[in-house]
């Protein structure tokens, strides 16, 4: 959900750093492996976004407060929606901020978002089969109460494991958050309880698997990291660029080779940054910085991953962290 503080901020950095991020070189892959713009007047805050492996080529969205429970189906080639699908057998969604796709092309929704401090006593979670055919229609879903087994927490990031079908979620917190483990299967008749795992270091706004399972990315504002996933021993391996602004979204492309990080906002740009760790080093995606807002990554602010001056960034930074005292939750 956007905030003062967040749409301040992505004003700033938007102004001071003006670069774009770095795109595909246009060779082979899955449509809209270079990028795109997602053109739909009607989404104005995507909040997530999930590759589907169905319809290769098209990426799942949604804005996270809309007039009612719906995706959108838009086509990576010409950043038009092809489909939009209405989810029935739910109640009416309440702060909606992350997408994924498990085993079987089930979709997974996460009605996850509390950053208004309201402090839900609980979330929800959908399940639905990804429609075969796209076109606009409703879908069933299944609707899963879940509470996290330290008390309420804000999140915008959920990971569905695309071998097992397990579903993580990683609480939004600026000092670094928690990985959050589900049930092994979730339950439609009682009260998921996801439990804390391990510390994930940074302010997260979304995060996603790699088509294998086998790593996955987290990002920010400011910036990401991306962890091996080691049989959910995660490790840290390095730092993602991502675009600065009000960043909201990421996934890989089906055939692992790219991560697709969006924005909100009326014609959000979706960048591309090759897969991190491909030659066993950090992204170098050179679009953002390798920093990131809750400033829990000793690494701080990368020099060679930063296309601007010295001046701008310190500058930029310093409001930034401004605003974020002016602005900070209760």
Same mark, same amino acid.
């Given at each position: 959900?956007?905030?003062?503080?967040?749409?301040?901020?992505?004003?700033?950095?938007?102004?001071?750093?003006?670069?774009?991020?770095?795109?595909?070189?246009?060779?082979?892959?899955?449509?809209?492996?270079?990028?795109?713009?997602?053109?739909?007047? $009607?989404?104005?805050?995507?909040?997530?976004?999930?590759?589907? $492996?169905?319809?290769?080529?098209?990426?799942?969205?949604?804005?996270?407060?809309?007039?009612?429970?719906?995706?959108?189906?838009?086509?990576?080639?010409?950043?038009?929606?092809?489909?939009?699908?209405?989810?029935?057998?739910?109640?009416?969604?309440?702060?909606?901020?992350?997408?994924?796709?498990?085993?079987?092309?089930?979709?997974?929704?996460?009605?996850?978002?509390?950053?208004?401090?309201?402090?839900?006593?609980?979330?929800?979670?959908? =399940?639905?089969? =990804?429609?075969? =055919?796209?076109?606009?229609?409703?879908?069933?879903?299944?609707?899963?109460?879940?509470?996290?087994?330290?008390?309420?927490?804000?999140?915008?990031?959920?990971?569905?494991?695309?071998?097992?079908?397990?579903?993580?979620?990683?609480?939004?917190?600026?000092?670094?958050?928690?990985?959050?483990?589900?049930?092994?299967?979730?339950?439609?008749?009682?009260?998921?309880?996801?439990?804390?795992?391990?510390?994930?270091?940074?302010?997260?706004?979304?995060?996603?698997?790699?088509?294998?399972? =086998?790593?996955?990315?987290?990002?920010?504002?400011?910036?990401?990291?991306?962890?091996?996933?080691?049989?959910?021993?995660?490790?840290?391996?390095?730092?993602?660029?991502?675009?600065?602004?009000?960043?909201?979204?990421?996934?890989?492309?089906?055939?692992?080779?790219?991560?697709?990080?969006?924005?909100?906002?009326?014609?959000?740009?979706?960048?591309?940054?090759?897969?991190?760790?491909?030659?066993?080093?950090?992204?170098?995606?050179?679009? @953002?910085?390798?920093?990131?807002?809750?400033?829990?990554?000793?690494?701080?602010? @990368?020099?060679?991953?930063?296309?601007?001056?010295?001046?701008?960034?310190?500058?930029?930074?310093?409001?930034?962290?401004?605003?974020?005292?002016?602005?900070?939750?209760?």
């Amino acid at each position: 959900m956007r905030r003062p503080f967040a749409l301040l901020a992505s004003a700033l950095l938007v102004g001071a750093f003006a670069v774009p991020a770095s795109a595909a070189d246009g060779g082979e892959g899955p449509a809209g492996s270079d990028g795109f713009t997602i053109k739909d007047p $009607r989404i104005t805050e995507s909040s997530g976004l999930a590759a589907s $492996r169905l319809h290769p080529g098209i990426y799942w969205t949604h804005n996270d407060q809309d007039t009612g429970p719906y995706l959108y189906a838009v086509d990576g080639a010409t950043g038009e929606t092809v489909a939009r699908v209405a989810l029935s057998g739910v109640g009416t969604p309440r702060d909606v901020e992350a997408i994924g796709i498990g085993p079987g092309n089930k979709i997974f929704v996460g009605d996850i978002g509390d950053n208004d401090g309201v402090t839900w006593p609980y979330v929800w979670i959908y =399940e639905l089969p =990804e429609p075969t =055919e796209l076109k606009d229609q409703t879908v069933k879903a299944t609707q899963y109460v879940v509470k996290y087994a330290d008390g309420s927490r804000d999140a915008e990031s959920m990971l569905v494991h695309p071998r097992t079908g397990r579903v993580y979620l990683i609480d939004k917190n600026e000092d670094g958050g928690h990985l959050y483990e589900g049930p092994a299967k979730l339950s439609s008749s009682g009260t998921n309880v996801f439990k804390p795992t391990v510390p994930v270091d940074l302010w997260a706004t979304d995060a996603a698997f790699s088509p294998d399972g =086998e790593q996955f990315a987290v990002r920010g504002y400011l910036g990401g990291i991306w962890y091996d996933w080691n049989g959910g021993k995660i490790q840290r391996k390095g730092r993602i660029g991502v675009p600065l602004g009000q960043g909201e979204s990421a996934t890989y492309t089906t055939d692992g080779k790219k991560l697709l990080l969006g924005m909100e906002g009326v014609n959000s740009p979706v960048k591309a940054e090759d897969v991190p760790g491909q030659d066993g080093g950090d992204s170098g995606g050179g679009s @953002g910085s390798g920093s990131h807002a809750s400033g829990a990554d000793s690494g701080g602010p @990368g020099g060679d991953t930063l296309k601007v001056g010295a001046v701008g960034l310190l500058v930029a930074l310093a409001a930034l962290f401004g605003l974020r005292r002016v602005f900070r939750r209760r």
